[in-house]
Nanobody, 122 residues
């Protein structure tokens, strides 16, 4: 089994920054990609960013490109999401996810954290 635990969410004013962390434990050798997803109130969960843990390649949703940065520290088994220039529409529960596929091509990942709330006030 794989356990993913997010941290770093909170309340921030528009234009501010937050850094989310996701710590992985358990059978982490089975994870090749990790990503962040979010779900705003009344909306469906959406993809935010993904990173390949080996090569470090990244991919972002258009809505966050240029503002968010995903990174990883393999020694710490932790993935980060640096969020800058936050907007009220970024308010959501942010979920960390991991997957055994080396290339993420969409859809749900195999392992999920419980989420952390990000609230951006205007």
């Amino acid at each position: 089994q794989v356990q993913l635990v997010e941290s770093g969410g909170g309340l921030v004013q528009a234009g501010g920054s937050l850094r989310l962390s996701c710590a992985a434990s358990g059978r982490t050798a089975s994870i090749y990609t990790m990503g962040w997803f979010r779900q705003a109130p009344g909306k469906e969960r959406e993809f935010v960013a993904v990173i390949n843990l080996s090569a470090g390649g990244t991919y972002y949703a258009d809505s966050v490109k240029g503002r968010f940065t995903i990174s990883r520290d393999n020694a710490k088994k932790t993935v980060y999401l640096e969020m800058n220039s936050l907007k009220p529409e970024d308010t959501a529960v942010y979920y960390c996810a991991g997957d055994p596929r080396s290339v993420y091509r969409g859809g749900a990942m195999s392992y999920w954290g419980k989420g952390t709330l990000v609230n951006v006030s205007s």
